[in-house]
């Protein structure tokens, strides 16, 4: 059992209150690969250019991660370049060039058809349906988007959410796909298009889940340092994805799981910048940020008869 990811891999330039770095691995599908495969083996299907560096790629190569998928186009690799507030809470984009990205028609390994579990990271909706056409019995089909796609593609991302399982998605991209102000209800509204489960990411106060039966919200973990938010929320797809399909059964109790671990693994990756946070986790580390989060939650209600009047 393994899991698909499709998405971008790129060159990322970060600049943060910590710092700069230029030119490191990014992308959707390198943050989400690297957390899922703690739980799981993950395919990733992207495509670079000739020019991306064996010092990217080694991050990447790493056991668990089957690049086999990834293509390697004559032309530059994806790049981005962002700048983040002192509050790191907002980022302007200084530049995105798609390059190789822009031409990325996504095809599967032979092996890759058969998987049953797929995350469609951030890309066109048309894409995302095309990979989903491509894979002979999809069962655990999870998605992202952007705001890009919700204003530009709208028609094509309705189409592509009817045969979604779980959408994840942060508080804006769930208001402007809904139209609804107050994200519970934005949620509620998109479980009406097509998802049976919808995850809304909430930056560093964590996120909340929502299906027909469920409501569950999971705090952020107060991190004394945060270097670099960039990924966060591909890793915690990756974390969620990751718990989930391992656990094997989609039912409240795994998805409220699934949110604990997609909120640990982002933990890791704003303590470093790029990958790096998240490249040096441990067992160990994840397990006792799950206990931390059980122990931040944890309450009583046993004296609630004498307490209230
Ligand atoms: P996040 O911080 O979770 O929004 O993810 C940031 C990652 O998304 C960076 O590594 C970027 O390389 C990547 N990224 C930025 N813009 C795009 C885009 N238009 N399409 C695909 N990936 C992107």
Not at 42 to 58: I, K, L, Q, Y
Not at 117 to 128: E, G, H, K, R, S
Not at 175 to 192: D, N, P, Y
Request: aromatic letters at 8%; glycine letters at 8%.
């Amino acid at each position: 059992m393994s899991i698909a990811v499709v998405g971008s891999i790129g060159l990322d330039t970060i600049q943060t209150p910590a710092g700069r770095v230029h030119e490191v691995l990014g992308g959707s599908a390198a943050y989400f690969a690297l957390a899922a495969r703690y739980f799981l083996p993950v395919s990733v299907v992207a495509v670079v250019g000739d020019d991306f560096p064996g010092e990217a790629r080694a991050m990447l190569d790493v056991p668990d991660v089957d690049l086999s998928g990834l293509e390697v186009s004559a032309g530059k690799t994806f790049r981005w370049e962002g700048v983040y507030s002192d509050d790191m809470n907002t980022r302007a984009t200084i530049r995105t060039e798609l390059n190789v990205f822009e031409r990325f028609d996504p095809k599967l390994p032979e092996r890759t058809r058969a998987l049953r579990n797929v995350f469609l990271a951030n890309i066109d909706p048309v894409l995302q349906r095309n990979v989903l056409g491509q894979l002979s019995r999809p069962q655990l089909v999870l998605a992202d988007t952007m705001n890009y796609w919700i204003r530009n593609k709208r028609a094509e991302l309705m189409e592509t959410l009817k045969q979604v399982r779980i959408l994840i998605i942060n508080e804006e991209e769930a208001r402007e796909i809904s139209g609804e102000a107050l994200t519970h209800k934005a949620a509620r509204a998109i479980l009406s298009m097509g998802p049976e489960t919808v995850v809304v990411k909430q930056g560093e106060h964590g996120a909340f889940l929502q299906s027909a039966s469920v409501y569950f919200s999971c705090p952020g973990l107060p991190i004394e340092t945060v270097v670099d938010p960039t990924g966060a929320g591909d890793t915690f797809a990756g974390g969620f994805f990751g718990a989930l399909a391992r656990m094997g059964r989609v039912n409240d109790h795994n998805l409220r799981r699934a949110v604990v671990y997609g909120c640990v693994l982002a933990s890791f990756t704003v303590e470093g910048f790029g990958v790096t946070g998240l490249a040096r986790v441990t067992r160990e580390a994840i397990l006792s940020r799950a206990e931390a989060i059980a122990d931040m939650t944890r309450f009583s209600l046993s004296d609630t008869a004498r307490i209230l009047r």
